[in-house]
T-cell receptor, first 116, second 116 residues
C-alpha cells in the first residue's frame, strides 16, 4: 500500500485566499483524522471521520475551517478565508478503527501551509 | 482529560550508544494504548512502537524498546545502538481503548540528536 497520501506537500498563499488540502487514506481504513502542527501548540486534532461521517470536529478552530469526506478514499480540509496564523503543517492520518493490535493511526507526509 | 508530558525538550547521544526518552501521562482509564512516533526532518510522522496497557510485557521493535510502568504512569523509550538516522523529534502519545473512539493525545516532543 502507498500509505496515506496528501497533496499538495507545500502551499503558499496570500491572506484571504481559499486553501484546500487533500488526503487519500489507506485503502480499507474507515477512520480519517486531520491534525495541525505548530511550534506553539504542538499536534492538535482538528476533526475525525468514521465511515465518511464527521464524528468530532471540536478541534476545528473556527468557521473558516471546514472538512469533508465525500467517499472512503478522499477527504478535504478547506480554509476560507486563510489568515497568516493558519500557517502550520497539516497532517492527515487513517486507521482501521477496530479494537485490535492494528488500529494504529498512520500519518501522511503532511502539507506545509504558509499564509502571507 | 488525559495529558501526556515529555519533560526532555532535547537530548543528544553519540552514535552506537543507548539513549532513553521519558514520557509520563495522566489518566483515570484502565485500558489504553501508548505510542511513540518519530518525526524526522522530512516531517513524516512514523510509528516507532506501541504498547497495550493490559499487557505486562514491554514492547520491543528491533533497537527500540519501552519501559512501561503502569502504576507510575510512565512510558519511556530506549533506543539502543543509536544511528544517525534516529535524529528526529519523538512524540509520546496516548489513546483510550474504546470501540470507535481513537483520539490520540500527544506530548510536546523530545528532539533527539545523534552525533557521529
Amino acid at each position: 500500500d502507498a500509505g496515506v497520501i496528501q497533496s499538495p506537500r507545500h502551499e503558499v498563499t496570500e491572506m484571504g485566499q481559499e486553501v484546500t488540502l487533500r488526503c487519500k487514506p489507506i485503502s480499507g481504513h474507515d477512520y480519517l483524522f486531520w491534525y495541525r502542527q505548530t511550534m506553539m501548540r504542538g499536534l492538535e486534532l482538528l476533526i475525525y471521520f468514521n465511515n465518511n461521517v464527521p464524528i468530532d470536529d471540536s478541534g476545528m478552530p473556527e468557521d473558516r475551517f471546514s472538512a469533508k469526506m465525500p467517499n472512503a478514499s478522499f477527504s478535504t480540509l478547506k480554509i476560507q478565508p486563510s489568515e497568516p496564523r493558519d500557517s502550520a503543517v497539516y497532517f492527515c492520518a487513517s486507521s482501521s478503527g477496530l479494537v485490535r493490535s492494528t488500529d494504529t493511526q498512520y500519518f501522511g507526509p503532511g502539507t506545509r501551509l504558509t499564509v502571507l | 482529560a488525559q495529558t501526556v508530558t515529555q519533560s526532555q525538550p532535547e537530548m543528544s547521544v553519540q552514535e552506537a550508544e543507548t539513549v532513553t526518552l521519558s514520557c509520563t501521562y495522566d489518566t483515570s482509564e484502565n485500558n489504553y494504548y501508548l505510542f511513540w512516533y518519530k518525526q524526522p526532518p522530512s516531517r513524516q510522522m512514523i510509528l516507532v512502537i506501541r504498547q497495550e496497557a493490559y499487557k505486562q510485557q514491554n514492547a520491543t521493535e528491533n533497537r527500540f524498546s519501552v519501559n512501561f510502568q503502569k502504576a507510575a504512569k510512565s512510558f519511556s523509550l530506549k533506543i539502543s545502538d543509536s544511528q544517525l538516522g534516529d535524529t528526529a523529534m519523538y512524540f509520546c502519545a496516548f489513546m483510550k481503548h474504546n470501540t470507535g473512539f481513537q483520539k490520540l493525545v500527544f506530548g510536546t516532543g523530545t528532539r533527539l540528536l545523534v552525533s557521529p
